[in-house]
């Protein structure tokens, strides 16, 4: 467990977007390591200065260079980018990008329902400009909100964790911990969902129930980066390596995985089998079809379709390992 936390400290240094995990890592390590596990009134001191001192002496000689030539303020900066906007202009698939959605949609039929629409904001959420993230009709959204999402619902899951520190408790919690940093947090990136993915790996094979709760994340983890790679000669490459894994994936794990102990969620399954099946009509017309039929009009549709698709995915799948990670 020592070196974990000393390899985990490290791994932070090197990139700050693993502070996402680190709630489950704290938690965990405290519990088990510097806690005595019949009773957590009886401290382990000697583990305690084990890993205190070596967390800290990792974060002194990786922030020593910067307190010395004053730049503290502008790493905080860098780090931290809270001037940037919400969304990006291709929406990660999180809860905002399902609250954009619906803000487009009351747009169109805000007239019909007598709700008041700020023109000033009708174009931000699809400008991609930095700082510059507001909605027409819903209520804006600030940081502070972000914040308190992703903390409340990362302490559902470390509260399981306190109370049976084992290693599938703390795999699925560190599984949720991104989860809420990647639904709930600020300005968030696409490639963040590999801090779900990953992690989510290791249970997946567990039984069946877990699978089809992995299925649409998989599925969605994948596809939400189809807009990164947009020009002609990647779609080839793309659109094969994908269905080519898909196919294997699908048949392989499905293969692999026991059937559940417990009694499986009947709807949770349907949703992933018809998840999957609308992936491949979507992708066509994203990638080939929309421009046939709108030529360079409309280009932002694909980028919402997209993003909305792949945020129904991931939040089906959050909710599927909830029900299979508490019950």
């Not at 700082?131 to 914040?147: M, Q, R």
């Not at 549709?301 to 909710?319: E, I, N, Q, R």
């Amino acid at each position: 467990m020592l070196y974990s936390g000393i390899l985990f400290a490290a791994l932070l240094c090197f990139k700050h977007i693993y502070l996402y995990l680190a709630p489950a890592y704290f938690v965990y390590l405290l519990r088990a390591f510097c806690l005595d596990p019949k009773s957590i009134f009886r401290p382990r001191f000697q583990n305690i200065i084990r890993l205190g001192s070596s967390v800290i002496g990792i974060i002194c000689l990786a922030f020593a260079p910067f307190a010395y030539w004053h730049q503290l303020d502008q790493l905080k900066s860098r780090l931290f980018p809270f001037s940037r906007g919400l969304c990006h202009a291709y929406w990660a698939p999180n809860i905002w990008a399902v609250y954009s959605f619906v803000d487009r949609v009351l747009i169109a039929i805000a007239p019909r329902l007598g709700l008041a629409v700020k023109q000033d904001a009708l174009q931000s959420v699809t400008r991609g400009l930095i700082g510059d993230t507001s909605f027409a009709v819903l209520p804006g959204i600030t940081k502070e909100y972000c914040f308190g999402l992703t903390v409340a619902f990362q302490l559902i899951a470390l509260t399981k964790l306190w109370f049976e520190p084992d290693w599938e408790t703390f795999v699925g919690a560190i599984t949720l911990c991104g989860y809420a940093s990647f639904l709930f947090g600020w300005h968030v990136h696409e490639k963040a969902i590999l801090l779900v993915l990953i992690p989510f790996s290791l249970l997946a094979l567990k039984d069946r129930r877990y699978l089809g709760a992995f299925r649409p994340l998989a599925v969605a983890g994948h596809l939400s980066l189809f807009p990164l790679l947009f020009t002609a000669a990647e779609f080839p490459v793309k659109a094969a390596y994908t269905t080519c894994w898909l196919i294997l994936f699908l048949y392989a794990f499905d293969r692999l995985a026991p059937a559940a102990t417990r009694p499986r969620v009947f709807l949770l399954d349907r949703f992933s089998l018809l998840y999957i099946a609308v992936s491949i009509p979507l992708i066509a017309y994203c990638s080939l079809l929309h421009r046939l039929v709108f030529g360079e009009r409309y280009e932002f549709l694909p980028l919402m379709f997209t993003s909305s698709y792949c945020s129904l995915g991931v939040v089906g799948s959050w909710l599927g390992f909830m029900v299979v990670y508490f019950t």
